[in-house]
């Protein structure tokens, strides 16, 4: 018994808070506790039963209120609070907040499991650096931090938040684009730092069970926000942070994409070899040539360089015609030597220095300067940009060089020092375009591929990607970890470049491995430096074949993925999610990236090697699978060497999921659900099971939430005798749908089916083919059944 005192004496006394700091009263009133102590105050406000804030405010400093990141309301009604002689409590339905006077202490708990506690609290370490410390249990794997390539359990890393490009970059990338002060642990919490200055996050680099968040300055401000399952812990964040907006229906679509197109005759006659050879295509991204001749010295100009480009309202007109979009790279560096940077300076819509002129300095593309994107004319000037090309038909945006590339530290902005708003430039660049579309095009669903973001940026519509990654097996093998991480901080659209951007490293294998796992990505992007050709359309005859079969198959799952997007614009439900969503307690998956879950339906294990002929498989423990391409069953929670094949990548359905498809289409101009193909996986091991379809016009914004959308709901049920599937049609009230032929497939009953019926009328089948075809009709309104009996 006294060995056991002492030991928890000393547990106390190691993890009590800062020593100095001591209670001196507190107040619970307009849902926030404050909490006076001798070196600050602390202010605990809960936004739901699954999200607290917690701010300290140090003597001498005035609370900042404003956040980059949190949208959301707090919620009234969600918390209690209760007092002992020695501690305090404010209490939810699912986060427990307990402050323990003496030794000065903060606990946070979910329905009676300790989660973590702060160490230090806050604490100054110098002029320079603050900092706040949080004690970590031995056993749980952290993620987060934004885009990099560290192994998925990051727990030993001390990751520097700044926004910086890694060009070139394989297996290891410490730091990128995206640095979002996020932690998730597997124990199904996060912490957000709510913070957006330029700092660390230190995931128990010292091995002494500690995470710290450590900035120059700002708020000291996190979120705490529980789940009682990984998809709805990042569905708690991002209600706090913001739900990504559904994409335009043509943004699942095939790219044509490369660094980049010179001219108009270079663009209209890619595409011209997209149609010859009938491979889909529903974009063009031009890069920095449209604007001007060199990569040098035009940065800035923002408009047609008319010699190349010498009647681009008609190369967009005839492009729109076609059903292929066109998408422009802009910047916001203004180079000295660009057509608009006296136009720039004159307005006043740049970055300034001390002495209040127009900030420069060099960097690869010339001497430049920054739009001051937090200044209202910066803002402004930067928007009419854009406003101008989209009223000249321009269909999507691509915000380049975002983090931003080179950002001195003496440049000053209208919200703050360069260090202080260096992560938030993209984000609020992002914010600027969504705006814009919101005041000036507000139908109309905007397309922002960015390069570098913050917490929250998903609420703006941004598509964002992983970088200069290089054009190599090593590039490949670090893009699952990064996909799969920042869907789980929100940014669910996170892709790469498809084939790799960096290099001159030609290996076809490459390419069609890195297109396999393109199909079962968020974005379908092929892009690269022009040394090797990146696009479907220009590969070599034998390449193309192949490559125009994944690209094919992107399309044919248009339904499955429209409405995975659905479902993270309504939920934050990440696209590509890991293993362990489905088995949170298996340890050996914490770390697995190799195979993952594209949506809730599909398992994909790409490969990332030459040559491979066979690979281990785990097959997660809620079902069986299904092999996608032969329909070979393999049994759940088991793991197998899978025969690996040229022509595809190892993939496998859930038994007894629903699969929507159609037939391939040219682009989504052509899209319909007239003709659909749902494919059942029947496995009589799962009694009772269901799917959806989502559709709408693909280009509306907020569509749902104006009634204007279908909904196909399927369900299926089995008792060891019949199997019943029935498809129920709704509709938002502002919408008609059409009839729908439908193809409903049964894969895996035809040696077993004896008699089918639909609506109760029996059909007579010849011979039973594998899948199983029954067709029915879909009329608005109704439900359709199909029964067999086996």
């Known amino acids: 018994m006294r060995k056991l005192l002492l030991l928890l004496l000393l547990t106390t006394i190691s993890f009590a808070q800062n020593a100095t700091r001591k209670y001196i009263s507190h107040s619970w009133k307009n849902n926030i506790l404050e909490i006076k102590t001798t070196d600050g105050a602390y202010l605990i406000k809960p936004y739901s039963d699954k999200i607290v804030e917690t701010s300290f405010i140090p003597n001498g400093e005035t609370f900042n209120p404003n956040s980059q990141a949190v949208v959301k309301t707090p919620e009234k009604g969600w918390a209690s609070f209760a007092k002992t002689e020695n501690s305090l409590k404010l209490l939810t339905k699912g986060i427990t907040v307990v402050i323990n006077k003496s030794p000065f202490k903060i606990t946070y708990s979910n329905l009676g499991k300790v989660l973590l506690s702060e160490k230090s609290g806050y604490t100054k370490v110098n002029d320079s650096t603050q900092t706040l410390s949080f004690n970590l249990d031995n056993s749980e794997a952290l993620y987060g931090g934004g885009a990099r390539a560290l192994g998925m359990n990051r727990r030993g890393n001390r990751l520097q938040l700044y926004n910086r490009a890694h060009y070139g970059y394989e297996t290891k990338a410490e730091l990128m684009n995206f640095c979002i002060p996020l932690v998730l642990s597997s124990k199904l919490y996060a912490v957000h730092f709510d913070n957006s200055a330029i700092g660390y996050l230190d995931l128990d680099s010292k091995k002494d069970n500690t995470l710290t968040y450590e900035t120059i300055s700002g708020r000291k401000t996190y979120q705490v926000i529980v789940g009682d399952t990984w998809t709805e812990l990042v569905s708690n964040y991002t209600d706090l942070t913001g739900k990504q907006p559904l994409l335009p229906r043509w943004a699942l679509g095939n790219f044509s994409s490369r660094f980049g197109y010179h001219s108009q005759e270079e663009v209209e006659n890619t595409i011209r070899k997209f149609e010859d050879n009938k491979i889909p295509v529903d974009a063009i991204i031009l890069d920095l040539y449209w604007f001007g001749k060199g990569i040098k010295g035009t940065m800035g100009n923002l408009d047609w360089d008319k010699d190349n480009f010498s009647n681009p309202d008609k190369m967009i007109a005839d492009l729109n015609a076609k059903g292929v979009k066109t998408v422009l790279i802009t910047e916001p560096f203004i180079l000295t030597t660009s057509s608009k940077w006296q136009e720039a300076v004159d307005k006043k819509v740049l970055v300034y220095d001390k002495t209040g002129k127009p900030a420069t300095w060099d960097f690869y593309f010339g001497n430049t300067s920054v739009v001051d994107i937090f200044k209202p004319e910066g803002k402004d000037w930067f928007w009419n940009v854009y406003k101008r090309l989209i009223n000249q038909g321009v269909g999507g945006m691509w915000g380049d060089l975002g983090e931003p590339e080179v950002f001195p530290s003496k440049v000053i902005t209208a919200g703050g020092k360069a260090d202080e708003v260096h992560n938030i430039y993209g984000h609020n660049w992002a914010k600027l375009i969504a705006d814009g579309y919101k005041k000036d095009f507000p139908s109309q ?19 964002p990607w992983s970088g200069d990654v290089s054009r190599s097996w090593g590039g490949l093998q670090s893009q699952m970890e990064i996909a799969l991480q920042m869907g789980m901080q929100g940014l669910g659209y996170m892709h790469s470049d498809l084939g790799g951007f960096a290099g001159d490293y030609f290996d076809n294998e490459l390419y069609l491995r890195w297109l396999q796992y393109g199909v079962f990505n968020p974005i379908f992007r092929p892009h690269a430096q022009e040394d090797v050709a990146s696009e479907v359309a220009r590969k070599d005859v034998a390449t193309m074949a192949k490559a125009k079969k994944q690209v094919e198959l992107r399309y044919q799952l248009m339904p499955y993925n429209y409405t995975l997007s659905f479902d993270n614009n309504q939920k934050g439900t990440p696209l590509m999610r890991p293993l362990f969503f489905e088995e949170p307690n298996n340890i050996a998956l914490t770390t697995m990236t190799g195979t993952y879950f ?92 269901s799917g959806k379809l989502y559709n709408d016009n693909g280009a509306t914004s907020n569509a749902f939430e104006k009634g204007q959308y279908e909904i196909l709901n399927f369900t299926s049920t089995t008792d060891g005798k019949i199997l019943t599937i029935k498809l129920i049609s709704t509709n938002g009230k502002n919408y008609n749908p059409t009839n729908k032929d439908v193809s409903v497939l049964i894969h895996n009953i035809k040696n077993k089916a004896k008699r089918i019926f639909v609506n109760g009328q029996e059909q007579i089948y010849k011979t039973f083919h594998e899948p199983l075809q029954v067709n029915v009709t879909m009329t608005k309104g109704t439900t359709q059944e199909v029964k067999i009996e086996y």
Do not use: C
């Open 445 to 463: 669903r905007p397309f922002i591929l960015m390069r570098a973001g913050y917490s929250g940026s998903q609420r703006f519509g941004m598509v």
């Open 598 to 689: 594209w949506g809730n339906d599909f398992l994909i294990n790409p490969i990332t090697k030459p040559g491979i002929t066979s690979t281990e498989v785990y097959f997660p423990k809620s079902n069986n699978w299904f092999d996608f391409y032969t329909s070979e069953k393999h049994a759940a929670g088991t793991t197998e060497n899978i025969k690996v094949t040229d022509d595809y990548i190892p993939t496998f359905v859930r038994g007894g999921s629903f699969i929507p498809m159609i037939e391939t289409i040219q682009n989504t101009s052509q899209y319909s659900l007239a003709n659909l193909n749902l494919h059942y996986y029947f496995d009589e091991s799962v009694k009772n099971s």
